[in-house]
């Protein structure tokens, strides 16, 4: 599963712990709506370095237990460290199109910004029907590229978006896409709401959101003109930054 927005490899597990601190807001309330107990199985499906894993360890306590898949070996070493002090936390690497999992294991199951990634969304969701039990609880967080707001020139917020949207990220809209393709897959959607993060400082957004390295891409690529990317970035440093984006909360259950 390719990273949304070219991070550098080596930095992956610190750019994801910082985008998890970016996101507590929707974060919270995915957990939350996990609505896990004592003894329950969640499934954690791209759990990338593991930054959730201990708050849904303390929710199942130690007998339940929480299943971390991720494919890239970085997020799976990272995310196995906190196996050491939560026996309940069980990390396997796997493709979220193969889930390494027998059917009806979990009951629960979550995605939060993994599936823009995957090849196949539609796949990624029969495997998690597959993998939940009969009335299992699935609960996806995804963003929305296309709803990426900048203040200041619109029409370049929006050259921007299209380059983002068609290059730099597989499945960009997929967030606004959720219900349709939960229902598609068998589950029962119980309700969609969406949670937006501001960013008022640029430093931050520019290393979370890569305004910086995406505008050198669309103006290799031809997508912007030097001049006008240059300008736009001096200016959203310069001035009184905000930005916005979207991520949609799905909630949904498999039939009994």
């Known amino acids: 599963m390719p990273h949304a927005l070219g991070v550098p490899s080596p930095n992956k597990v610190a750019y994801m712990a910082d985008a998890a601190d970016l996101g507590r807001d929707y974060k919270h309330h995915l957990l939350v709506s996990l609505d896990l107990k004592p003894g329950d199985t969640v499934l954690d499906v791209g759990c990338g370095p593991g930054t959730d894993l201990p708050v849904m360890a303390d929710a199942v306590t130690p007998s339940g237990r929480v299943i971390g898949v991720d494919v890239d070996p970085a997020m799976v070493a990272a995310a196995r460290s906190f196996s050491h002090f939560y026996p ?3 990390i396997r690497r796997g493709d ?7 059917p009806g294991t979990a009951g629960r ?4 910004r993994a599936l823009q990634h995957v090849e196949d969304p539609a796949g990624v969701l029969a495997e998690l ?6 009335g299992g609880l699935l609960r996806i967080a995804e963003p929305d590229w296309d ?3 900048v203040d200041g020139d619109l029409e370049m917020n929006r050259a921007f978006n299209r380059f983002v ?4 990220v597989r499945n960009a809209t997929i967030g606004r896409e959720l219900p349709r393709l939960a229902r598609e897959a068998g589950f029962e959607v119980e309700g969609v709401r ?9 430093a931050r957004a520019d290393y979370t959101l890569a305004l910086t390295r995406n505008t050198e891409r669309a103006v290799r690529a031809g997508a912007i003109e030097r001049a006008d990317g240059e300008r736009w970035l001096a200016e959203l440093r310069e001035g009184d930054f905000l930005a916005s984006l979207t991520i949609f ?3 949904a259950r498999k039939p009994r």
């Open 165 to 168: 949207c068609s290059t730099m």
């Open 249 to 251: 909360l799905l909630s």
């Open 194 to 202: 969406a949670v937006t993060t501001v960013l008022r400082d640029f």
């Open 129 to 134: 029907h597959k993998a939940l039990e009969p």
């Open 88 to 90: 309940q936390i069980d």
């Open 147 to 149: 709803a990426l707001l």
């Open 96 to 102: 979220a199109h193969a889930l390494p999992v027998d």
């Open 109 to 112: 199951a979550r995605m939060d």
